[in-house]
C-alpha cells in the first residue's frame, strides 16, 4: 500500500517545535518567503510548519535545518 500523497497533517499542533522553527528562521535573518524559496516549498507550508499544523517528510526537515544553520534536533527535538 503507497502511502498518502500530499502534505502530512501533524496528528496534534506541535506549537514547541513551530516556535523553535520561528525563532531560528528569525535568528537567520529570513522571512517565510525566504525560508521557502530556501527549501523549495510554498510560503503556506512555512506558516503550517510554524503553526504546528504540519509534519515535514525527514528530507524537508533537514533541508529546512540546514537552510536555518541548526540541526533537525535543535528544531523537532523533544525536550527533555
Given at each position: 500500500?503507497?502511502?498518502?500523497?500530499?502534505?502530512?497533517?501533524?496528528p496534534e499542533a506541535d506549537g514547541?517545535?513551530g516556535a523553535r522553527i520561528r525563532?531560528?528562521?528569525?535568528?537567520?535573518?529570513?522571512?517565510?518567503?525566504?525560508?521557502?524559496?530556501?527549501?523549495?516549498?510554498?510560503?503556506?507550508?512555512?506558516?503550517?510548519?510554524?503553526?504546528?499544523?504540519?509534519?515535514?517528510?525527514?528530507?524537508?526537515?533537514?533541508?529546512?535545518?540546514?537552510?536555518?544553520?541548526?540541526?533537525?534536533?535543535?528544531?523537532?527535538?523533544?525536550?527533555?
Amino acid at each position: 500500500m503507497a502511502p498518502p500523497s500530499g502534505p502530512v497533517r501533524a496528528p496534534e499542533a506541535d506549537g514547541v517545535a513551530g516556535a523553535r522553527i520561528r525563532t531560528a528562521r528569525k535568528e537567520a535573518g529570513l522571512t517565510q518567503q525566504g525560508l521557502s524559496v530556501a527549501v523549495d516549498v510554498s510560503r503556506q507550508t512555512i506558516i503550517s510548519m510554524e503553526t504546528g499544523d504540519y509534519a515535514p517528510s525527514v528530507y524537508l526537515a533537514i533541508k529546512v535545518a540546514r537552510a536555518l544553520g541548526v540541526t533537525v534536533e535543535a528544531l523537532w527535538g523533544r525536550e527533555t
